[in-house]
């Protein structure tokens, strides 16, 4: 009788999840995932409140580390301190309408704290209040029993960091990384465990690559493009998974994942035990809401402050013209169509995942093909991913971060550029 509850229990909440996460649904001539359309549900008939709410987030976690003194732990702290009281100063200029002309631009201040700031800042915390039913009541060791097999020697991650990177894709990388934290916190995944699923799983969400596909005219090929895009990306992280920085985390932790035998029984078994030690509903959601309000916090003024510079130096300087030619070589000699473009909106991924779309817009297929993979596959991007990566308890430097980008960048162009080629030369995509 109480494996029977607890099975039920596993069963159901578990469906919840799913379902909120990863069920894409029609709603309004819209399809897509539940919680998305919760956010968009939120935004469209409570617009001023869902801008306070973000605002006010803003806030808090633009001066939680000065009151708290966190900023002394490290220069970096220091700096990311600076940069979000930064973040506060230029989201009142925005709220206001009144301040520097190039923050009040629609096009950088405005794009950032509507399409950003706001989206993420009702996100987080709306998806933490879901996120329970995912991670706590057995579906992480039902998926992780039978992925076993097959994340490990792949990925170098257990079986259930698979639920990790099918949450980004389906969801929002910022969910995937509150899983992911959460998880690293339990002690079930090691340092480098957490590392390559927050560097290598966490890219932006199925409905973000809709928008790219979009911009960049590509709707027609969308089904060939997600699916290029999704092997791109996670054969990148198989690679980077066996690079230094990644190679040099430890991988002690705290939780063992059993090796056990692989059946859809065992798989039950596991759930039935995680569920039965699962605890209060309401308190587990609680506690993942409170978690994800402090995320929120500590990403928001990042994402406005780090986020705004990328745009302005991409906008008003050729720093970008510059820093593209590290990547020239490559492009050129893998014979890209538009080498010197291809090479600047590769560098121009670090600071925003959407600025190479952008510049991209009105060029040749083959480059604007490559630049939609790009733009997901690379994963790390100042605007948002990187510092919400900052955020968690994984402990990650940002020039190990910055050190992953590049790696990530350079595998992506190997393996896209030969292979849109081909798509093109099959007449796939024209």
Request: charged residues 15%; contains cysteine; glycine residues 6%.
């Amino acid at each position: 009788m109480k494996d029977r509850k607890a099975f039920l229990k596993f069963l159901f909440l578990s469906l919840i999840g799913i379902f909120v996460f990863f069920v894409p649904i029609t709603v309004s001539g819209k399809k897509t995932i539940p919680l998305d359309h919760i956010i968009v549900f939120f935004r469209h008939y409570f617009p001023e409140l869902s801008k306070l709410i973000a605002f006010l987030l803003l806030a808090l976690g633009s001066f939680y580390p000065v009151f708290s003194k966190e900023y002394k732990k490290s220069i970096t702290d220091l700096v990311f301190t600076i940069l979000k009281v930064f973040g506060f100063i230029f989201a009142v200029m925005i709220i206001t309408g009144k301040g520097f002309k190039v923050v009040l631009e629609p096009s950088i201040g405005g794009f950032l704290f509507d399409k950003l700031v706001v989206s993420v800042g009702l996100i987080v915390p709306v998806g933490a209040i879901f996120l329970s039913f995912l991670i706590d009541y057995g579906l992480l060791e039902f998926v992780g029993v039978l992925m076993q097999p097959f994340m490990k020697p792949v990925f170098k991650t257990p079986g259930r960091s698979a639920i990790d990177a099918v949450a980004s894709f389906v969801g929002s990388y910022s969910i995937g990384l509150l899983i992911t934290d959460r998880v690293y916190k339990k002690g079930v995944y090691s340092t480098k465990e957490a590392v390559i699923i927050a560097t290598g799983f966490s890219t932006v969400s199925a409905t973000f690559m809709i928008i790219v596909c979009k911009t960049l005219n590509l709707m027609a090929f969308w089904n060939t493009y997600f699916w290029v895009t999704l092997f791109i990306t996670f054969a990148t992280t198989a690679i980077t998974a066996r690079l230094y920085p990644v190679t040099g985390f430890s991988e002690k932790k705290k939780i063992d994942e059993k090796k056990i035998e692989v059946s859809f029984k065992k798989a039950i078994e596991e759930a039935v035990n995680a569920s039965t030690k699962s605890g209060s509903v309401l308190k587990n959601i609680k506690q993942n809401f409170i978690d994800g309000i402090k995320l929120a916090g500590q990403i928001l003024p990042s994402i406005m402050s780090i986020g705004l510079i990328g745009l302005v130096l991409a906008d008003r300087t050729n720093f970008f013209d510059i820093f593209g030619y590290v990547f020239y070589p490559l492009t050129y000699l893998l014979h890209s169509a538009q080498p010197v473009l291809l090479a600047k909106a590769s560098a121009l991924s670090i600071s925003e995942m959407y600025l190479p779309v952008l510049i991209s817009a009105k060029g040749l297929i083959e480059t604007r093909f490559v630049v939609a993979i790009l733009s997901v596959s690379s994963i790390l991007f100042f605007s948002a991913s990187i510092p919400c990566i900052l955020a968690t308890s994984i402990p990650l430097k940002v020039r190990d971060i910055v050190l992953i980008w590049f790696e990530r960048v350079v595998i992506s162009l190997f393996l896209a550029i030969p292979l849109t080629k081909i798509l093109i030369l099959l007449n796939v995509i024209h």
